[in-house]
């Protein structure tokens, strides 16, 4: 396995972040608005790129699914859960601030999926211990 870099991190983060904008975010410049808005027009190019977001998304739940495990999860969402409570708490933002909020939120899920394709790469890193896929032993 090739050691990871901060560029690589970065690359994994920027994807992971644009697969969640262009899913949805709240400017309304998404697939779902898109798709919610023409679907009587375009409903094969709907289903396709639906199907697209759908192969990525499994793509990357997968990867962050199998590398941070349940324990890595539940950890990453409690860290989430305490950045928006830190923000909200010391009035950086207004829990009633639905936009600002979708914001946070929509970053750290970027931030959960980029760690999970990561994951692996760091451990080896820093600990010298490598992920290894289940195998099907057939004999």
């Known amino acids: 396995m090739k050691s990871i870099s901060l560029a690589g991190i970065g690359t994994r983060f920027v994807i992971a972040l644009f697969l969640v904008l262009v899913t949805w975010n709240p400017t309304g410049f998404s697939y779902l608005e898109w798709a919610l808005n023409n ?4 409903p ?3 289903v396709f790129f639906g199907l697209v977001l759908i192969v990525c998304w ?3 739940l997968r990867a962050t699914i199998r ?3 349940p324990v890595g999860l539940t950890l990453a969402a409690a860290l989430s859960g305490s950045i928006v409570w830190l923000v909200v708490y010391y009035g950086l933002v207004e829990l009633s601030n639905r936009t600002a909020m979708a914001w946070i939120l929509l970053l750290l ?6 760690a999970g394709m ?5 451990r080896r890193r820093w600990a010298g211990q490598a992920d290894v896929d289940d195998l099907d032993d057939d004999s």
């Open 39 to 42: 679907w009587s027009i375009y």
């Open 44 to 46: 094969p190019l709907v």
């Open 58 to 60: 499994v793509i990357f």
């Open 67 to 69: 590398s941070l495990g």
């Open 109 to 114: 899920l970027a931030v959960i999926l980029a």
């Open 118 to 122: 990561s994951w692996s790469h760091l």
